[in-house]
């Protein structure tokens, strides 16, 4: 068996449809920005405000590479920037794992993400950032997926039971 590794934009729904499909599959789950906190014992927007982005983001491959050399086939909730570090990428694509984008609309997603919390990011105009984010990564997110899932009009169980197709 292989990892599931979920990976897309903020607020697509990575978190929630990583958690039910955990649950069903019985494997564990591995949420990057969740352990980077508990690991850290500070919030990712502390580690943004404190020690910037870079910082952020090397913790964020630690997180990747770690839970990617896990032995027990895992549910893995890779943070939405994860994708922007070629070493990252080749890393998604050489692992013993099924990567699944979850894709939603630039506008639904600025209409349902969460502002404020582990997002400093979107502390500005959120759907000009979303927008940003989304025409960068896009073809990053293409590079590294085995499956590609939309959000779109779907709820969170009908997510799984796609993802899990
Ligand atoms: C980020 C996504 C966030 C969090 C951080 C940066 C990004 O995680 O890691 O705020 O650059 O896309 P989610 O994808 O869980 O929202």
Do not use: C
């Amino acid at each position: 068996m292989s990892h599931l590794v979920l990976v897309g934009m903020m607020g697509v729904g990575k978190t929630t449809v990583g958690r039910i499909a955990s649950n069903r599959l019985g494997h564990p789950l591995i949420d990057s920005d969740v352990v980077i906190e508990e690991r850290t014992g500070r919030t990712v927007r502390e580690i943004f405000e404190t020690d910037g982005e870079p910082a952020f983001r090397a913790l964020e491959t630690e997180m990747l590479l770690e839970a990617l050399a896990s032995p027990e086939p895992s549910v893995i909730v890779a943070a939405g920037g994860v994708v922007l570090d070629p070493a990252n990428r080749r890393a998604l694509s050489a692992a013993d794992a099924r990567v699944v984008w979850l894709v939603a609309e630039p506008m639904t997603l600025a209409e349902r993400v969460e502002r404020g919390g582990h997002r400093p990011l979107l502390d500005g105009d959120p759907a000009a950032t979303l927008q940003r984010m989304w025409d960068e990564r896009q073809p990053l997110y293409r590079e590294v997926a085995d499956a590609v899932v939309s959000v779109d009009n779907r709820s969170p169980q009908e997510v799984v039971e796609a993802v899990l197709r």
